[in-house]
C-alpha cells in the first residue's frame, strides 16, 4: 500500500526557510493531491496546503504568504518551503494524501508519520 | 471563515457507546471527515464522506451529518479506542481545509 515519509531538517533558525521532502513509495503520486499537514506539541491540526501533481496549488490564507510547494513526479516527491519561520512554525509536519471530489469534498489517507521541526537560534 | 466546535473532552466506560459531535453552520450541506490519534502517532482516517469507513476501519465507528451537527458515533468502546479525534470539511467558499480543534476520548 501507499507509504509516506517526511524528511528534512529537525531544526531551523528563526528567520530562515523551512524545507521538508515527502516521498511517496509502494504508488505514483500522480493524478493525486498532496497536503502538507502540522501540528504545534500539545495541540490540534493545521492544514498548511495542497498540490496536484499537475502544479496547481491551493494554500491555507493563513500562511499562503510564506508557503512554496512543489512536486517532483520523476522522484515521487512532493516538497514544502515554509518562509521566515518564528517559533510559532515549531510542530510536527505530516504530508498526506488528499482525496478530492471536486468541488466539495477533500479527506487525507494515508499519512506519513510526521516529522518535528522546532525553530530555535 | 468556516469554524467546527468540538468538546475538548468525551468519557465513555468500555462496551458503551460514544459519541463526538462537530458543530458547524449548516455542516448538513458539507461532507465531513474523522481522523483517530492516538497517542505519539500520526492521524489515522475513520470515517469519509459523512458516514463511509476506509477498508480496515471496524464497523463499530460510524458517522452521520445533519443540520448544524456532525457526529462520530463509536459502539462498544474498547480500551484502544481512547485517542484524540479530530473532524474535517473543505471550505469551498474559501477553499481550503478546515479541523475542527478535536476531543479526546477517555475510555474510564
Known amino acids: 500500500q501507499v507509504q509516506l515519509q517526511e524528511s528534512g531538517p529537525g531544526l531551523v533558525k528563526p528567520s530562515e526557510t523551512l524545507s521538508l521532502t515527502c516521498t511517496v513509495s509502494?504508488?505514483?503520486?500522480?493524478?493525486?493531491?498532496w497536503s502538507w499537514i502540522r501540528q504545534p506539541a500539545g495541540k490540534g491540526l493545521e492544514w498548511i496546503g495542497r498540490i496536484y501533481t499537475s502544479g496547481s496549488t491551493n494554500y491555507n490564507p493563513s500562511l499562503k504568504s510564506r508557503v512554496t510547494m512543489s512536486v517532483d513526479t520523476s522522484k515521487n516527491q512532493v516538497s514544502l518551503k515554509l518562509s521566515s519561520v518564528t517559533a510559532a512554525d515549531t510542530a510536527v509536519y505530516y504530508c498526506?494524501?488528499?482525496?478530492?471530489?471536486?468541488?466539495?469534498?477533500?479527506?487525507?489517507?494515508?499519512w506519513g508519520q510526521g516529522t518535528l521541526v522546532t525553530v530555535s537560534s | 471563515s468556516y469554524v467546527l466546535t468540538q468538546p475538548p473532552s468525551v468519557s465513555v466506560a468500555p462496551g458503551q457507546t460514544a459519541r463526538i459531535t462537530c458543530g458547524g453552520n449548516?455542516?448538513?450541506?458539507?461532507?465531513v471527515h474523522w481522523y483517530q490519534q492516538r497517542p505519539g502517532q500520526a492521524p489515522v482516517l475513520v470515517v469519509y464522506d459523512d458516514s463511509d469507513r476506509p477498508s480496515g476501519i471496524p464497523e463499530r465507528f460510524s458517522g452521520s451529518n445533519s443540520g448544524n451537527t456532525a457526529t462520530l458515533t463509536i459502539s462498544r468502546v474498547e480500551a484502544g479506542d481512547e485517542a484524540d479525534y479530530y473532524c474535517?470539511?473543505?471550505?469551498?467558499?474559501?477553499?481550503?481545509?478546515?479541523f475542527g480543534g478535536g476531543t479526546k476520548l477517555t475510555v474510564l
Open positions: 509502494g504508488g505514483s503520486i500522480s493524478s493525486y493531491y
Open positions: 449548516n455542516i448538513g450541506s458539507k461532507s
Open positions: 498526506a494524501r488528499d482525496i478530492v471530489v471536486v468541488p466539495v469534498a477533500s479527506w487525507f489517507d494515508p
Open positions: 474535517q470539511v473543505w471550505d469551498s467558499s474559501s477553499d481550503h481545509v478546515v
